[in-house]
T-cell receptor, first 118, second 111 residues
Framework: GAVVSQHPSRVICKSGTSVKIECRSLDFQATTMFWYRQFPKKSLMLMATSNEGSKATYEQGVEKDKFLINHASLTLSTLTVTSAHPEDSSFYIC??????????????FGEGSRLTVL | ELKVEQNPLFLSMQEGKNYTIYCNYSTTSDRLYWYRQDPGKSLESLFVLLSNGAVKQEGRLMASLDTKARLSTLHITAAVHDLSATYFCAGTMDSNYQLIWGAGTKLIIKP
């Protein structure tokens, strides 16, 4: 299947700092990428849909100014957690669709980024 | 609004046994997906079911879709320890294919 790479896999930061997470589609172009957040032992919560060349679409309850999303190219989307606080600690996962498999709608996931805010 | 319910949420079973995870959804879903997640890891796509009656098999796992019953099943045959993981099903009902996720089924297979 298509490969999505996410970096960093783990990050520990101090409260008040900002953290950037990158999501890359390695062997395909992704006009749309999705950012999820997962709490321990819970299902995935969609945070936002990242659209190449335009503003991201955020889900209800997700702060746009807190979680900045930039999808500057067809292979890269970034999520920046600004002024991070301990409650932002979580597992963040990006995903993308390979447009060549458009009919299936199958999502391919990055490896995930575990953020710990001290 | 599409809602997806999985059961059981937790399953502990012995190696060699068969079992089924159920995924019910509340309204029409164009597609049904099954994913696997190992502890501390991301999600791996297992199956994409596109139409009523679809059945797909990979090794000891077999997934099926009954759109009339709004039900998908993930059947495990002669379970082995390596299949221990959390399994998620997800449906979608819009052209953007935004996935609606089930709560996940944590499967533990004991030697």
């Amino acid at each position: 299947g298509a490969v999505v790479s996410q970096h960093p896999s783990r990050v520990i930061c101090k409260s008040g700092t900002s953290v950037k997470i990158e999501c890359r589609s390695l062997d395909f172009q992704a006009t749309t990428m999705f950012w999820y957040r997962q709490f321990p032992k819970k299902s995935l919560m969609l945070m936002a849909t990242s659209n190449e060349g335009s503003k991201a679409t955020y889900e209800q309850g997700v702060e746009k100014d807190k979680f900045l999303i930039n999808h500057a190219s067809l292979t890269l989307s970034t999520l920046t957690v600004t002024s991070a606080h301990p409650e932002d600690s979580s597992f963040y996962i990006c995903s993308a669709r390979d447009f060549r498999l458009a009919d299936s709608g199958e999502l391919f996931f990055g490896e995930g980024s575990r953020l710990t805010v001290l | 609004e599409l809602k997806v319910e999985q059961n059981p949420l937790f399953l502990s079973m012995q190696e060699g046994k068969n079992y089924t995870i159920y995924c019910n959804y509340s309204t029409t879903s164009d597609r049904l997906y099954w994913y696997r997640q190992d502890p501390g890891k991301s999600l791996e796509s297992l199956f994409v079911l596109l139409s009523n009656g679809a059945v797909k098999q990979e090794g000891r796992l077999m997934a099926s879709l009954d759109t009339k019953a709004r039900l998908s099943t993930l059947h495990i045959t002669a379970a082995v320890h390596d299949l221990s993981a959390t399994y998620f099903c997800a449906g979608t009902m819009d052209s953007n294919y935004q996935l609606i996720w089930g709560a996940g089924t944590k499967l533990i297979i004991k030697p």
